[in-house]
C-alpha cells in the first residue's frame, strides 16, 4: 500500500508562483510514475503534469512552459512548481501514484487546494 500527503497548496495572486509537494510513503519501492492532477469548479479531473521513472515527463498544454515536475527518488517526493499562476490554475491538486503489477496499483492523495485570486 502506498499513501500520498500533498502539501503547499494555497491563495495567491495571477503571476506569482508556487510549489507543490507530495510524499510517498508505505511499499514505495515500485512506484514508476507520479504525477499531479487537478479538478477546478464544474470541471472533470484532469492532468497536469506526469514523471516517468523519474525522468521522462509530460504535461498539459495548459500549464506547458511554466511549470516543472520533479521527483526525489530517495525521498519518494514529486514536486510541481507552478509558476505565472493564472485564475484557470484555480482548482483542488491530487498526487496520483502507480505500481506495475501493484494491488491496487493506482493511488491518489486527498487533494491541496490552490486558489489563483485575478
Known amino acids: 500500500q502506498v499513501q500520498l500527503v500533498e502539501s503547499g497548496g494555497g491563495l495567491v495572486q495571477t503571476g506569482e508562483s508556487l510549489r507543490l509537494s507530495c510524499t510517498a510513503s508505505g511499499s514505495t519501492a515500485d512506484i514508476n510514475v507520479m504525477g499531479w492532477y487537478r479538478q477546478g469548479p464544474g470541471k472533470e479531473r484532469e492532468m497536469v503534469a506526469r514523471?516517468?521513472?523519474?525522468?521522462?515527463?509530460v504535461y498539459a498544454d495548459s500549464v506547458k512552459g511554466r511549470s516543472t515536475i520533479s521527483r526525489d527518488n530517495a525521498k519518494s517526493t514529486v514536486y510541481l512548481q507552478m509558476n505565472s499562476l493564472k485564475p484557470e490554475d484555480t482548482a483542488v491538486y491530487y498526487c496520483?501514484?502507480?505500481?506495475?503489477?501493484?494491488?491496487?496499483?493506482?493511488?491518489w492523495g486527498q487533494g491541496t487546494q490552490v486558489t489563483v485570486s485575478s
Open positions: 514523471i516517468i521513472n523519474g525522468a521522462n515527463t
Open positions: 496520483y501514484a502507480s505500481k506495475p503489477w501493484g494491488r491496487p496499483f493506482e493511488f
